[in-house]
C-alpha cells in the first residue's frame, strides 16, 4: 500500500502561481510512477503530468505544457506540481497518484489515490 497526502492548494489570481506537494508513505514510493490528475465541477477526471520512478521521464497534458513542471524527491517521498501562468480554467481538484504501469494518462492505471487539494485561479 501507498498512501498519498496533497497539500499546497489555494486562491491564487490569474498568471500567479503555486506549487503542490504529495507526500508519500507506505511501500517505496520511489519504485512507482507518479501523475497528477484534476478534476473540476462537473467534468471528468482529467490528466495532468506524470513522472518515472527515476524523475528521467515526464509526460504533460497539452493544456498544461510549458506552464506545469512535475518533479519528485526520492529522499524525501515527495512528489511535485509547480504551476505558473494559472489560468481560471486551470481551477480543479488536484489529486496525485501512483501506478507501477508506466506514464499512462488514463486514470485506470493508477493503483493510489490522495484525497486532492484544492486549486482556485481567479480572474
Known amino acids: 500500500q501507498v498512501q498519498l497526502v496533497e497539500s499546497g492548494g489555494g486562491l491564487v489570481q490569474a498568471g500567479g502561481s503555486l506549487r503542490l506537494s504529495c507526500a508519500a508513505s507506505?511501500?517505496?514510493?520511489?519504485?512507482?510512477?507518479m501523475a497528477w490528475f484534476r478534476q473540476a465541477p462537473g467534468k471528468e477526471r482529467e490528466f495532468v503530468a506524470a513522472?518515472?520512478?527515476?524523475?528521467?521521464?515526464?509526460r504533460y497534458a497539452d493544456s498544461v505544457r510549458g506552464r506545469f513542471t512535475i518533479s519528485r524527491d526520492g529522499a524525501k517521498n515527495t512528489g511535485y506540481l509547480q504551476m505558473n501562468s494559472l489560468k481560471p480554467e486551470d481551477t480543479a481538484v488536484y489529486c496525485c497518484?501512483?501506478?507501477?504501469?508506466?506514464?499512462?494518462?488514463?486514470?485506470?492505471?493508477?493503483?493510489?489515490w490522495g484525497q486532492g487539494t484544492q486549486v482556485t485561479v481567479s480572474s
Open positions: 507506505g511501500r517505496t514510493f520511489s519504485h512507482y510512477v
Open positions: 497518484a501512483a501506478t507501477n504501469y508506466g506514464l499512462g494518462p488514463r486514470p485506470s492505471l493508477y493503483d493510489y
Open positions: 513522472i518515472s520512478w527515476s524523475g528521467g521521464g515526464t
